[in-house]
């Protein structure tokens, strides 16, 4: 089953008509007839009832249909990817993060890269749960990560790139947030997020905070469930800097601690390219500025 075949099904059973079908798709209807029989018998299942009427779509067919909807739009947006990529740059470098903040000045990077060189392509891949299976499979060159969730992976490249602090997030008119350190002593009669996918190092401090009984806390499946009830004004959360979007709506106050945790970027041991490893010292100088704060 090729892609004119999935425009052929799709075409009929919008129409429901084989000769309306085979006219919109510019085909006799012979043809139409043809590629519809040997779809149905290479799947082993009719995707249309015929009649004098017209055709009507199978219970089965009404399942296939639906599928192959979705994987027509992620064909059709393959394809026009691949056009612009083709027309424009000879080489792409793919770049994966949790969140878009976890590289926030990724396109101030961007920017001074394609002064250098103009053909090659930043595309950045951001994906909450499974960015660092997309590195794996390759589907990524170079991916963002907490050192800790990636010292143990195999055949890989870690370079450094920024250590990260943990911060209180308040609402920009919450009475904390003129503060310019954030103790224990502070979120006293406070509702405090916890859980939400916390990397170890913040999870202990999480624990240590939720001892004293003066301080409540709401278990978060995650850290936008957590935001929103920021965002709410009913608790405040901690978090690693690396997810500051800088959204005025939130302040960011450092947290009176001396943990920090190393962030840091991974690529494929065997990917040696020169424009890669120029993107990635790019990337890394501008981060070393004092004024990010991170």
């Not at 249309?48 to 219970?59: I, Q």
């Not at 878009?100 to 053909?119: I, K, N």
């Not at 010292?151 to 947030?177: C, G, N, Q, W």
Request: aromatic letters at 10%; charged letters at 25%.
């Amino acid at each position: 089953m090729n892609t004119k075949y999935i425009e052929s099904i799709l075409e009929l059973a919008k129409t429901r008509n084989f000769s309306r079908a085979a006219e919109n798709l510019f085909i006799s209807q012979p043809s139409l007839t043809y590629q519809i029989n040997a779809v149905e018998q290479e799947i082993g299942f009719r995707i249309f009832d015929r009649s004098g009427k017209g055709a009507s779509v199978t219970p089965a067919g009404e399942q296939f249909i639906v599928t192959l909807r979705d994987i027509q739009a992620q064909l059709t947006t393959a394809i026009e990817q691949g056009q612009n990529f083709s027309a424009r740059y000879r080489d792409n470098i793919r770049i994966g993060m949790p969140v878009r903040s976890a590289v926030f000045w990724l396109p101030e990077v961007m920017r001074l890269y394609r002064r250098e060189d103009a053909s090659v392509s930043i595309t950045p891949a951001v994906s909450y749960r499974n960015y660092l299976d997309a590195f794996l499979t390759g589907e990524t060159d170079i991916v963002f990560s907490l050192q800790s969730r990636v010292k143990h992976m195999p055949d890989v490249r870690i370079h450094e790139f920024f250590r990260t602090r943990i911060y209180l997030v308040v609402r920009s008119d919450d009475p904390l947030a003129d503060q310019t350190v954030i103790t224990k002593e502070n979120l006293k009669g406070r509702t405090l997020m916890i859980g939400g996918g916390s990397p170890p190092e913040l999870k202990k401090i999480q624990n240590e905070i939720i001892r004293d009984p003066e301080i409540s806390y709401f278990n978060s499946p995650d850290y936008d469930t957590s935001l929103t009830y920021v965002a709410a004004d009913q608790a405040v959360v901690l978090a690693p800097g690396y997810l500051n979007d800088h959204h005025g709506m939130f302040r960011w106050i450092p947290f009176d601690t001396d943990v920090s945790m190393p962030c840091v970027l991974c690529t494929h041991a065997s990917d040696s390219r020169r424009s890669l490893n120029r993107f990635l010292e790019i990337l890394t100088e501008y981060y070393r500025d004092p004024a990010l704060k991170l």
